[in-house]
């Protein structure tokens, strides 16, 4: 597309669009479109990543288990299994067109340390110069609750933000984002554009298809992440793969030719959508009018994104505890100053020097709480990388910092932590359930 600018364009398939939800038997037909998709989208100067799950589907098919078994052990063993027969199914498809792949596989402690985090960055990024498609999964065979993303929507999500992807594709079983689950409620309202993830109406509190993870709910999470981080993260459905190619097509021909991979002022605005299923036979860069899309829901992105050092740092390592500051505290980091040891109220867990904390904003307060603490309303608001180890936090709290010395017998700084090692979160990328993490904290 002559005069568009290459995107950086993620695409992930979730399970319900590899593996047949009943046999379990590879969906070969959409596959083989999701490869011609991609393949039209490198011809077309864009990079492409797939985040494929699927490895324990396509293992218990070829181990004849019918159901996912519950023991650890089991999975891990069937996801090796499988993944081996995922990889080299992409692997030959995308070679009859001649489009090497590569694959690439992740737990979050793999890019929680900020060096292996490069690493992972330098790698994708030498992969896409060299016109290959990386193909991420989590590493199943390894990952354990406390390494693990989870789930791949959320995987894909911290993969596009860690390449600094223009768009990611969420394809599932479903047309879009509806107000309730389709599946079970005919009358669902689909929802197309949301420009404030915050103020979404949805319940997506219901499961997926049974091998899924996260159904509708970790894709809303990643769309948190996503469009924290600068990355139009749309929600299409997987059956016609060709739909991609419409919706970069239909976005790119919206922008003015101008503009930036950033968002432009003109990608928020938005304007009602005429919708159809056909292909598109391009010849010269058609305009926005031109074009008709298929029904899809798109998460605009933020027009002041969190990247690199703070996306990192806020949403890839697992915080070791959990420091409780004061609002004064709060406001002296809000102002760029780093975290003295006055503003600690309370600290939780056992974390060394270096090692990542949440931040947690108290109120203090004059006699103990039914819970016996000195403070109460607890609000996480951000991340940071300590100067102390907890155990001489505990001690320094409350202090000011020219007692540091005397009280630990030597200083290595007059901060708890640094300012440039704060990451605060912006209200739509918050954890998503904050307070119940931090008063199970308090009860424990
Ligand atoms: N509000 C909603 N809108 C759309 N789908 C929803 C909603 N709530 C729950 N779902 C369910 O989420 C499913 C997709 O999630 P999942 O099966 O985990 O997909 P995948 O394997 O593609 O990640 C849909 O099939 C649908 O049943
Ligand atoms: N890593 C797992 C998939 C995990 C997952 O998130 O699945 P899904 O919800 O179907 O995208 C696998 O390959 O089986």
Redesign the pocket.
Known sequence: MKGNKPLTIVIKL????IVDEKTHEPLLPILTLIVDTAVKLRKDGHRVVIVS?GAIGVGLRRMDVEKRPKHLAQLQALAAIGQCRLISLWDSLFNHLRQPVAQILLTRNDIADRTRYHNAQNTFNALLEQGVIPIVNENDTLAVAEIKFGDN?TLSAITAAMIHADMLFLM???DC???????TNPD?QPIEVVDDISALQ???S?A??S??????STKIIAARLGTSAGVTTIIAKSSNPGNVLNIVRYLQAKRKPSSSSSPSAEDHGEESLSRSTSSLKLSTPPSSEDLSVPLHTRFLPSEDPIRDRHFWLLHTPNPHGTLYIDSGAHKALIGKAGLLPVGVVDVKGNFAQQEVVRLVVVQRRRSPGPNGKLWENPEEVGRAIVNYAAAEISRIKGHQSVDIQDILGYADSEYVVHRQHVGFFRRESRPVTPTREINQAIVE
């Not at 984002?177 to 599946?183: A, H, I, S």
């Not at 091998?211 to 509708?216: F, V």
């Open positions: 979730g399970t319900s669009s799950s929507d599932t079983d479903v984002l509806y107000d309730k689950n389709p599946r669902a949805a319940d997506v219901s997926g298809s091998l899924g993870t996260g159904g509708m």
